[in-house]
């Protein structure tokens, strides 16, 4: 008898799995951060310019999200959106939430650690994309394949660029993902905490890094 197929992940499951490697991936840069310090110690110069970059990275990150959402917000899973940043990269969103990675790896000072935040968020991205891009090529079969084609994955090819005469907004969605940005400014007072930590020498300190 031959085996039934396990049936395809829907994208609220897809979803879910994401969230939950983020926060497995989380945990340990967050375990890494504790017993690691930038080079110059946490009031050096080096260590407080990381910060101030990251700072801005976080709020690009805040208003680039906010932005795909207003051309994407509710859309997904109905149509397929090819204008404005979505005309240039198939997840500018994602591309944002790279951005808002380093920003949250940088509140600890270094460059390093900021990388490496980054790096794991591409990583988790890159899986799940692939099963989000594998649901909506069924369910939008040719054209969304054509998309794929023209359209780079990630980082933008700006040359491709299209807007949309107008956009129908979902302030509700358009609020969702201002808030679900804004968590990536919890990096801020958390990692003071490792540094106060730190400071009191609470936790010993295994490395210091760029």
């Known amino acids: 008898m031959t085996p039934t197929p396990a049936p395809p ?5 897809i979803q879910k799995l994401r969230k939950v490697a983020i926060a497995i991936a989380l945990i340990g ?36 999200r906010a932005w795909c959402t207003l051309y994407i917000g509710g859309r997904k899973k109905a149509e397929i959106v ?11 969103l994602y591309v944002f939430s790279f951005i ?6 940088a509140q ?10 980054v790096v794991a968020a591409i990583l988790v991205f890159h899986l799940t994309v692939r099963r989000e ?10 054209g969304y394949a054509d998309y794929v084609a023209r359209t780079p994955r990630f980082w933008p090819r ?5 807007d949309a005469d107008e956009l129908t907004i979902r302030p509700s969605l358009f609020l969702l993902t ?6 990536f400014l919890l990096a801020i007072p958390l990692f003071e905490l490792i540094d106060a930590g730190q400071a009191m020498h609470w936790v010993k300190v295994a490395a210091h890094l760029y």
């Open 158 to 162: 700006f040359s491709q660029w299209r």
């Open 82 to 92: 090819d204008r404005g940043p979505y005309s240039i990269s198939r997840n500018p």
């Open 29 to 64: 840069l967050l375990a890494l951060s504790v017993v690691s310090q930038s080079i110059g110690g946490i009031d050096g110069g080096w260590h407080e310019f990381v910060e101030t970059v990251g700072l801005a990275a976080i709020i690009l990150s805040i208003v680039g």
């Open 9 to 13: 992940l829907q994208l609220a499951t």
């Open 100 to 105: 808002g990675a380093f920003g949250m790896g």
């Open 178 to 183: 201002i808030r679900d940005g804004l968590v």
């Open 133 to 142: 891009e594998a649901f909506l090529l069924r369910e939008f079969g040719p």
């Open 108 to 117: 600890s000072g270094s460059a390093v650690i900021a990388a490496a935040f």
